[in-house]
Each structure stands twice: as structure tokens, then as C-alpha cells.
């Protein structure tokens, strides 16, 4: 089974030393998808104007396969853009 490595960018950045075993890309993709909504639920103190949060998924031979990002824009604040987004 392949080994996937989930590394965060929360304005400084942790890689995953020890990695996940799962069955494809695909199911690497909906846990970083997963991973990203549970730890801005754990941490909701980062969900700030101008937050940047980013989950990067690699494989086992260290390419970047796919990043879920998060950028918090909220309407109304003096350095507001576009509405929040949400890319995977």
C-alpha cells in the first residue's frame, strides 16, 4: 500500500515524518480534504482575515501530489478581496 505525507503551511510549515498507508491518490485526496476541515475545526483560531492555510499531500517519493488551501478573506475588513475559497 502506498505511504502519503501530509504536510501543513500555517504560516510556517511541518512536514509528516511518519506518513499514511492508503489504497490510491484518490483516497489521499479526500483525507487531505478531511485532514484540512478537522484541523481548522481543532484550531479556529486561525480562521482570520488573511489567513493562509495549506495541507500538501506527498507520496513516497516526496512529489507534491495535490495541496488543499484555504484563504480567509472577510467581506468588509479594510483589506478585504475576493470571498473565502477553498481549492483542492
Do not use: C, W
Request: charged share 25%; net charge negative.
Amino acid at each position: 500500500m502506498p505511504r502519503y505525507f501530509f504536510d501543513i503551511d500555517n504560516h510556517k510549515h511541518v512536514n509528516d515524518d511518519d506518513g499514511t498507508d492508503l489504497a490510491d491518490d484518490e483516497v489521499a485526496r479526500v483525507q487531505a480534504v478531511i485532514f484540512a476541515g478537522d484541523y481548522l475545526s481543532d484550531h479556529p483560531a486561525i480562521a482570520r482575515h488573511g489567513a493562509h492555510f495549506r495541507v500538501a499531500v506527498r507520496n513516497d517519493q516526496g512529489h507534491v501530489l495535490l495541496a488543499v488551501a484555504v484563504t480567509i478573506d472577510e467581506p468588509g475588513s479594510p483589506h478585504a478581496g475576493a470571498s473565502g475559497s477553498l481549492h483542492a
